[in-house]
């Protein structure tokens, strides 16, 4: 397993996704004589998933089942242990596009925090492409290196326990693209700068407050970058339900040729399967800055 490449059987040191109902998954990291408690009973590792396949259905002591997925940038960014605040998938989506991110393409990002984006650049810009992470916090950095290596993504990224806003991402001319989620984002626009190509590329900084966004923008401006465009992007998200909708009663409806005496058949209600509007919607998470740095 490896969070760029997709293996048919859960092998030791896999991350497995533990998918026991709608909205309740967990991550286990599967080892030999190893064994997870579920609500469902006990998952044993050497029997239940080393040798088995990624999707296979597994019966706990208790009898209940569980799904065990093979992990994705998606499934981790809803299972990490967070050590920080994290980027969720519908603006990952959108920084990811909007960057212009693909196989090859060489990313600087700052800060780190938990991972959770640098699994999705990672994914996009393999194999042959590269992530420069900036992580001042040094357990943070630390861990978030040791992750990697467990995800074997190791060789795709270099992680780098330094200020952003005052050594920058540590390389220069090099970056398709940079992000920045960091509190004072205008702090580092010149270092995103030199470490992007001469051709150019993209930013993207994420920022909770409006005022942030204001500081940035104008750092950006007076950078010369282009294109400077702040959006905010909203999920809605819709059950599916089958609802019963009563008919209205006009009374007897008979052709005008049929006897008094035939029933006629009465339908009250109607089955239909339709979508309910959202009975609670995320709120803000924040702005996105995009702005693109010109050929010089
Ligand atoms: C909100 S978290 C980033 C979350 C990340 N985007 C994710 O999806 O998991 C912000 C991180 O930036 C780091 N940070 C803040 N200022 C920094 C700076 N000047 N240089 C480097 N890292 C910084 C913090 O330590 C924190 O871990």
Same mark, same amino acid.
């Given at each position: 397993m490896s969070f760029v490449e997709y293996s048919e059987f859960i092998q030791e040191g896999d991350v497995a996704i533990i998918f026991l109902g709608h909205d309740s998954m967990m991550p286990v #990291?599967? &080892?030999?004589?190893? &064994?997870?408690?579920?609500?469902?009973?006990?998952?044993?590792?050497? #029997?239940?998933?080393?040798? &088995?396949r990624f999707g296979t259905k597994v019966t706990c002591g208790k009898g209940g089942w569980v799904y065990v997925l093979h992990p994705t940038p998606e499934l981790w960014t809803l299972n990490l242990p967070h050590r920080t605040q994290i980027l969720y998938t519908t603006d990952i989506a959108n920084i990811t596009m909007m960057l212009e991110l693909k196989p090859a393409s060489v990313v600087c990002e700052s800060g780190t925090g938990s991972g959770s984006l640098s699994h999705a650049i990672l994914r996009t810009i393999a194999p042959t492409g590269h992530l420069h992470t900036v992580e001042f916090h040094q357990q943070r950095a630390e861990k978030a290196e040791e992750e990697f290596r467990e995800h074997r993504v190791g060789h795709l990224v270099t992680v780098r326990n330094q200020d952003v806003c005052k050594e920058g991402f540590g390389v220069t001319g090099v970056a398709d693209a940079v992000f920045l989620d960091i509190p004072s984002p205008w702090e580092a626009v010149q270092h995103a700068k030199n470490a992007? #190509?001469?051709?150019?590329?993209?930013? *993207?900084?994420?920022?909770? *407050?409006?005022?942030?966004? &204001?500081?940035? *923008?104008?750092?950006?401006?007076?950078?010369?970058?282009?294109?400077i465009s702040t959006l905010e992007v909203l999920l809605?998200?819709?059950d599916v339900r089958t609802i019963t909708l009563p008919l209205p009663d006009f009374g007897p409806d008979?052709?005008?040729?049929?006897?008094?005496?035939?029933?006629?058949?009465?339908?009250t209600s109607v089955l239909c399967k339709t979508t309910t509007p959202p009975r609670e919607m995320a709120g803000h998470t924040g702005y996105l800055t995009f702005a693109t740095k010109p050929r010089v």
């Open positions: #990291k599967v &080892q030999q004589g190893s &064994q997870t408690q579920t609500r469902y009973g006990v998952i044993r590792h050497s #029997k239940d998933l080393i040798g &088995q992007m #190509k001469r051709q150019g590329g993209r930013l *993207c900084s994420f920022s909770p *407050c409006i005022e942030q966004v &204001q500081k940035t *923008c104008a750092a950006l401006a007076d950078e010369g970058f282009e294109e809605k998200v819709h008979r052709p005008l040729e049929t006897p008094t005496d035939t029933p006629v058949p009465s339908n």
